[in-house]
């Protein structure tokens, strides 16, 4: 069973969310949800289930592990909504819950009777999230949604890469993650003008608006003068020196965003005299003159260690980092230390490493407190707590338009598994 947190402090204790979102943007919003306590519940087809299931690379056993980061603290309900009786099943569920996301193509929701409007007659108070690919206007609005697509429509990947060189795509989903968490921010918005005014709204959001969202400086340089941006590998397009530099052993980010850090940097690298060179004594000047700044600085950064020369650069409150791989970052210290990386409950009953929530609440963080669950593995559950009797259930069950999986091991001595063994 995912238990329900009865600790009060959790900001969304109670609050239900039908999750009909899959593989990464609709996901990361219900994740962050549960984090907070909201009871998520992923309704899912059957046996497939959410795409991202399948994601997995050779050696991966059991649930992928990028699911099981993302679907942490959900409960599973496996229902064929195409099915004149899944579809009353999700209807009964709709009018007991608070908020539901959904990233399905336009139109999609539509023709299976579960638009916003149809769910918010039945449910005046429901918080309805669609996460598109393009928006739900426009000519482009009837295109489905994909990270690099998007990614490339919106500019991201032509200003991405080494100055140049070709543009290429950040290493992260920047379109989907980001889309997820301006969905949690929207509909948390609108569940707090719901508790002012008991009325539900529609909440909207796309990859293309969550990619758009990055581009603010660069938005501002076009709209102001009509610049259009380049790759510039990782410098900053307004303040220099300010990207990664080569030391003897890898890459050292240092910040000279203003111009005391600068008067260090040039203090510390041993050449004072730049303070002054016409080349380098202003903002603008070192902007123009980066690419020749750049060469002098790794000329000198080369001799010695990234350690070494963080060491010199921090006793100076110069602002620098090394260049770290996922592997490094992911084991520090300091990850821990602002809950980044936390241990949460594995399928197989154990512990595993996942990402935490990247809010703290008075010092603390929320963290959903079980495992991802496996397709329909809650299906019994979910219909109980919404009130489905036992014979509705089994009839349900029976006529295939919802599916009983096997409870996991980690739960199998738990209250659910005990029902859906009685109702299958």
């Known amino acids: 069973m995912h238990p329900l947190p009865n600790d009060l402090d959790q900001p969304l204790a109670g609050v239900k969310v039908l999750e009909l979102s899959q593989i990464l943007a609709g996901p990361t919003c219900g994740l962050m949800l549960a984090d907070l306590g909201a009871e998520v519940i992923k309704v899912e087809r059957f046996p497939q289930g959410d795409d991202a299931r399948r994601y997995r690379r050779q050696g991966d056993d059991g649930l992928p592990p990028s699911f099981m980061m993302l679907n942490r603290g959900k409960k599973s309900i496996a229902l064929d909504i195409k099915h004149p009786a899944g579809r009353e099943a999700l209807l009964r569920l709709v009018a007991k819950s608070d908020i539901l996301t959904e990233n399905f193509r336009m139109g999609v929701m539509e023709r299976l009777g579960l638009s916003c409007e149809a769910l918010q007659e039945i449910n005046p108070a429901l918080v309805y999230c669609s996460i598109t690919g393009y928006g739900r206007s426009g000519p482009l609005a009837s295109r489905g949604g994909f990270d690099l697509i998007l990614q490339a429509f919106a500019g991201l990947i032509s200003v991405t890469g080494e100055e140049g060189g070709q543009p290429v795509k950040p290493g992260i989903s920047v379109a989907d993650v980001n889309a997820g968490i301006l969905a949690a921010f929207g509909v948390l918005a609108a569940y707090v003008r719901r508790l002012r005014t008991g009325r539900g709204q529609r909440v909207d959001t796309s990859l293309l608006q969550a990619s758009m969202q990055q581009l603010y400086w660069y938005a501002a340089a076009y709209f102001s003068r009509g610049i259009v941006p380049k790759p510039a590998g990782t410098a900053h397009p307004l303040i220099a020196p300010y990207q990664v530099y080569r030391c003897s052993d890898g890459g050292l980010a240092i910040g000279g965003a203003n111009e005391t850090n600068w008067n260090r940097i040039a203090q510390v690298l041993g050449h004072p005299e730049w303070i002054e060179d016409p080349r380098f004594n202003t903002p603008d000047v070192r902007l123009a003159n980066r690419g020749e700044l750049e060469v002098l600085i790794n000329a000198i950064l080369v001799t010695d260690t990234r350690a070494a020369w963080t060491e010199r650069l921090e006793a100076a409150q110069v602002p620098c980092g090394p260049v770290q791989t996922v592997g490094e970052a992911l084991d520090h210290e300091q990850s821990r230390a602002v809950r980044a990386v936390v241990e949460v409950p594995s399928p197989d009953g154990g ?63 738990s209250p659910a598994a005990a029902f859906a063994a009685a109702t299958c």
């Open 351 to 413: 512990t595993m490493r996942a990402l935490g929530l990247p809010v703290l609440f008075d010092g603390t963080s929320h963290v959903a407190g079980a495992p991802a669950p496996r397709v329909g593995e809650d299906t019994s559950e979910v219909l109980r707590n919404f009130g489905f009797g036992a014979d509705e259930i089994r009839a349900l069950l029976a006529s295939g338009a919802a599916h009983q999986s096997p409870v996991q091991a980690s739960r199998a001595g």
